[in-house]
């Protein structure tokens, strides 16, 4: 099939995080409005494109949905040199998720230098009984290691996904381009 190239510009992304975040959700909410209720884990690093409007200019976003587990770490460092922005999603249920956020930052900005955008992304904002992470405590976290974006986002009942993605890609087209 031939590719039509109609589109402005185009930017790689890529979702990471620990294992059962919620990252391919979120992907599949934004993408295709789908939730998957027993989605599995990654074994590798699955791609979805979405175009969006942002200034009346096509962006076409490649987005990449990393496996979060420890063995595919490697793998997936590889795939930091060419994307231009970073989701890093933890979840707000579980707190390990959360500290872990740091080693992802770690690992993305050894690899890289600041010129990669990061969006901080504590998802399952749905479960507001089961909250174990302060909303201010991931915005003064965010603020302390310059994560340049802070969302809480649900792939459940997909409040705050788009605006997560375009908030992404609109800070880049007017901050990086
Ligand atoms: P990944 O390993 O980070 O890609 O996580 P998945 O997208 O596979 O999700 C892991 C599990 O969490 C699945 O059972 C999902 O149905 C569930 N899940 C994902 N996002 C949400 C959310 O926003 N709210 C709730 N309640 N569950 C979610």
């Not at 390990?96 to 600041?114: A, I, P, S, Y």
Request: net charge neutral; aromatic share 8%; glycine share 4%.
């Amino acid at each position: 099939m031939v590719e039509h190239h109609v589109h402005d510009h185009r930017f790689i992304l890529i979702l990471i995080g620990d294992s059962g975040v919620g990252k391919t959700n979120l992907l599949l909410q934004f993408s295709r409005n789908q939730f998957n209720l027993e989605s599995k884990p990654n074994n590798c690093v699955e791609i979805d494109v979405v175009n969006i409007n942002v200034d009346d200019k096509i962006i076409r976003a490649q987005i990449l949905d990393a496996p979060g587990e420890e063995r595919y770490r490697e793998l997936v460092g590889t795939y930091y040199r060419c994307t231009i922005g970073a989701l890093i999603v933890y979840d707000i249920t579980r707190k390990v998720t959360f500290e872990n956020v740091e080693r992802w930052l770690k690992e993305l900005r050894d690899r890289r230098d600041q010129n990669i955008v990061i969006m901080l992304v504590g998802n399952k904002a749905d479960q507001i009984n089961l909250r174990s992470v302060q909303r201010e405590d991931a915005l003064s976290f965010s603020e302390r290691v310059n994560i340049n974006l802070f969302m809480e986002t649900s792939a459940l009942d997909k409040s705050s996904v788009n605006n997560a993605f375009t908030k992404l890609l609109a800070h880049i087209y007017k901050h990086v381009v």
